[in-house]
Structure formats: C-alpha cells, structure tokens
C-alpha cells in the first residue's frame, strides 16, 4: 500500500502527517511503529491523520510513536500548518483533538497559537507538580538542566507505581532570568527525550507561575523557542483550592501554546 504523507516538525518535536479526509487508512500498531522507526522507516516522534468533522474544521487524530494516543501539543500546532497549507482554514480554525475541541490561529511566519483546554488542578508531590494539559504531566524543577539525567530519571519516573496504569511524561525545568525557563522532557509513548513537548511546556510554565512567574513564559528547549500564556483565577494559585465564588471554575484558563511549525518534505511510503 503507497501512501502519500508530509513530514512536520514543530520546534524539533517531528510528526508524519497524512491526510486522511478521504482515503480512510487506519494502521495497527505494528504499522505506526514502523513509520515511525528512524532507521527502517520515516522516522518520527509520532504519526497524526487529518480527518473530516461534521462541524469543525477537521479532525485529528494523534498516535505516539509506540502507536498509543493522548493530546499532542506540538503536533496539533503542526497539523494546524498542514491544514492551512490543504486550505482547510484561513488564519483562524477550530478542529477536534484528543482532548476534544481547539481554536488555534496561523500567524506570521509559521507561527502557530493553539488554545489549550482549561486546567483544574494541579497535584503537588512534595517539591514535583503533576499537572494534566491534555497529556499528564509530572514536572521537576533541577539546577544544570543540561547535564541532567533526563533519560534514566524521566523513564523511572514515567513508569512509577503513583502513575500507573498510564504512566505520565517527565519534565524537568531550570528556571532562568527574564520570566524565562528551559524545559527537557522524557515523553510517555516516544519512550525517550524529545527535543520539546508542547503539553509539557505548558505544564511546565503553569507550574512556574505557582513560583511567581508571570504569563507569558517564554520556555527554552532544545528544539527551539516556545511561549505560554495563560489567565489564572482570582482564587490564586495550586495552594488555593477552586475558589467557586471567583466565577471562574478553572484554576488556569485562557491558555496558549504559541510557536513555530513547519513542513519539512512530503513523500510517499510503502506499507
Ligand atoms: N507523549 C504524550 C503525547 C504527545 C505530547 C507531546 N508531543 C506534545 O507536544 O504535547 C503522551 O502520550 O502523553
């Protein structure tokens, strides 16, 4: 079977996407993994396939690279460029992810701003936070972020009792100066280091924000310059519980996760 797909990278978090509005592929785990392995295939954090949807404008549909599912930061600013280069959108756009419906805008230069869902609560294990964003999160703030042992540390913490069944992403975060910190993060389902996580970014800069903090975060990676802005209720931060009075029922709200996506070939592979 030949099929045609582009190859995305969203500051260094890559992603095959194929469009899938009218072939109707789907591929067994075995398959994803395959396109997915950088040496006997394309090579790739994970495989998405942008599908039609009665109302929005597509529908997206992510795979890690083992071939399970969550919410894909990076990859839906990704498929957000790939849609707009399908002409499924102009500028703005609303589509269907994991985590159910996103707004996201296509600015200058690649620049991708997708809206994030809400977050409730944050958990607080001793100094780590845990925060979902659409992927769970568990998030450690170190000292000397590049000599960090981020594989060996974040695979013990991935699979740890406290996160079983699904196990959680790892996410280790140095603080810098100028509202500035640099994230590296071991990502569930790619089982190794990514160059940027964009759920993970942004669980990062809320957490930063429990230390003061201020929207927006600009976040370092190795893969490049990402920023997070967000709105917290005026209950205040994770030691305050949801404050129903403020008229706010979200902890963090008004989310963006904002930064560059671009098409890097297009081809076709034989499955
Ligand atoms: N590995 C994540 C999904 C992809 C997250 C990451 N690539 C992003 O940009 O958000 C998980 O299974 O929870």
Redesign the pocket.
């Known amino acids: 079977m030949k099929i045609h797909f582009y190859k995305y990278q ?1 500051t260094g ?1 890559d992603f095959v996407i194929v469009d899938n509005r009218t072939a109707g592929y789907s591929f067994t785990k075995e398959q994803i993994e395959r396109i997915c392995q950088r040496k006997f295939g394309v090579g790739a ?2 495989l998405m396939l942008i599908e039609k949807h009665p109302s929005l404008d597509f529908n997206l549909v ?1 795979y ?1 690279s083992d071939g ?9 600013r990704a498929a957000v460029a790939m849609a707009a280069s399908l002409g499924l959108l102009k500028g703005k756009t609303s589509f269907n992810a994991y985590d159910g419906r996103h707004d996201a805008e296509l600015l200058s230069g690649d620049i991708v701003r997708l809206k994030m869902n809400s977050v409730k609560e944050i958990k607080k294990f001793g100094n780590d936070f845990f925060i979902n964003t ?3 999160h568990f998030i450690r703030f170190v000292s000397k972020i590049e000599e960090h042992p981020v594989y060996e540390e974040g695979r013990t913490i991935r699979y740890d009792e406290a996160f079983k069944p699904g196990g ?2 790892v996410n280790f975060v140095e603080v810098l100066a100028d509202n500035t910190i640099y994230v590296r ?1 071991y ?4 089982e190794n280091e ?1 160059l ?5 970014v942004t669980a990062a800069a809320l957490a930063a924000s429990v230390l003061g903090y201020k929207s927006p975060v600009k976040i370092g990676t190795l893969g490049g310059e990402l920023m997070v802005e967000f709105k917290i209720s005026q209950s205040g931060h994770a030691n305050n519980p949801l404050d129903p009075t403020n008229g706010h029922s979200d902890l963090f709200y008004d989310i963006f996760l904002i930064g560059p996506a671009k098409m890097v070939f297009e081809g076709n592979l034989e499955l």
Do not use: H, K, M, W
């Open positions: 969203a978090n954090d994970g992510y890690n399970s599912q969550s919410l894909c930061g990076n990859g839906s659409g992927s769970p959680t992403n993060t990502e569930r389902g790619v990514t940027s996580c964009g759920t993970g």
